[in-house]
């Protein structure tokens, strides 16, 4: 596995959109859980979360909407690219079947379940400023009380920064858009790196948040 985990999984380039995604996603399984994943996960079981619904906001390759399944959760796997469903599909064991949900439409789109968990690993910065503001407010709405957030945004110093249809935000917005949680993490990454394309600039704020329990919960 390569030393960075972006070099692997996430959604495709922004150059590669409309190219073969099936093909971009093949390309990726057998990868670990990506680190932020991991890290949100045992802060969850670290909390005593029993396992409930779950969302993933852009599950590529599937990888992590399988650890969720395995796990225990139902989850709703949201993935614009069609072919994000055939690769995922192919791997759900038949008893898992009936706790997954797929969506194959942009994120801000779907209408959100209330949920107790949200995952979304190098998805978000991938919408537009103007759904990214829609999708964030759908998802402030639909957190369950004791639900965890487990997302990255991209920083204004990524190489990509600047780019139309993509969204970057600093510190300081991050902050914002956690306002009211429990914050558990905010890690700032800010350093050259691989991706599938190649070397790139990597800015990446990787956020655990957690929605207070109602009083007495």
Same mark, same amino acid.
Not at 139 to 166: C, K, M, T, Y
Not at 202 to 211: E, G, L, M, S, T
């Given at each position: 596995?390569?030393?960075?985990?972006?070099?692997?999984?996430?959604?495709?380039?922004?150059?590669?959109?409309?190219?073969?995604?099936?093909?971009?996603?093949?390309?990726?399984?057998?990868?670990?859980?990506?680190?932020? /994943?991991?890290?949100?996960? &045992?802060? #969850?079981?670290?909390?005593?979360?029993?396992? *409930?619904?779950? %969302?993933?906001?852009? =599950? +590529?390759?599937?990888?992590?909407?399988?650890?969720?399944?395995?796990?225990?959760?139902?989850?709703?796997?949201?993935?614009?690219?069609?072919?994000?469903?055939?690769?995922?599909?192919?791997?759900?064991?038949?008893?898992?079947?009936?706790?997954?949900?797929?969506?194959?439409?942009?994120?801000?789109?779907?209408?959100?379940?209330?949920?107790?968990?949200?995952?979304?690993?190098?998805?978000?910065?991938?919408?537009?400023?103007?759904? /990214?503001?829609?999708?964030? &407010?759908? #998802?402030?709405?639909?957190?369950?009380?004791? *639900?965890?957030? %487990?997302?990255?945004? =991209? +920083?204004?110093?990524?190489?990509?920064?600047?780019?139309?249809?993509?969204?970057?935000?600093?510190?300081?917005?991050?902050?914002?858009?956690?306002?009211?949680?429990?914050?558990?993490?905010?890690?700032?990454?800010?350093?050259?790196?691989?991706?599938?394309?190649?070397?790139?600039?990597?800015?990446?704020?990787?956020?655990?948040?957690?929605?207070?329990?109602?009083?007495?919960?």
């Amino acid at each position: 596995m390569p030393d960075d985990p972006r070099a692997e999984g996430g959604s495709p380039p922004v150059e590669q959109r409309g190219s073969d995604w099936a093909a971009f996603y093949r390309s990726t399984l057998g990868r670990e859980p990506r680190p932020l /994943f991991v890290k949100g996960m &045992a802060a #969850v079981e670290a909390a005593g979360a029993v396992p *409930g619904q779950a %969302v993933e906001i852009g =599950f +590529g390759d599937g990888r992590e909407t399988l650890a969720l399944l395995d796990a225990g959760w139902r989850v709703l796997a949201i993935d614009s690219a069609p072919a994000a469903a055939e690769v995922l599909r192919s791997q759900v064991p038949a008893p898992a079947t009936d706790r997954l949900a797929i969506e194959s439409a942009p994120a801000e789109s779907v209408e959100l379940p209330p949920f107790d968990l949200l995952y979304a690993g190098f998805s978000l910065p991938f919408l537009d400023p103007a759904a /990214f503001d829609s999708f964030w &407010a759908g #998802v402030r709405r639909q957190i369950r009380p004791g *639900g965890f957030l %487990v997302v990255n945004f =991209f +920083g204004p110093h990524d190489s990509w920064a600047g780019r139309e249809g993509l969204s970057f935000i600093d510190l300081a917005a991050v902050r914002e858009l956690v306002d009211g949680l429990e914050v558990l993490a905010i890690d700032e990454q800010d350093h050259d790196g691989e991706s599938f394309l190649g070397p790139k600039h990597w800015h990446v704020f990787d956020v655990i948040a957690r929605q207070p329990t109602l009083t007495g919960g």
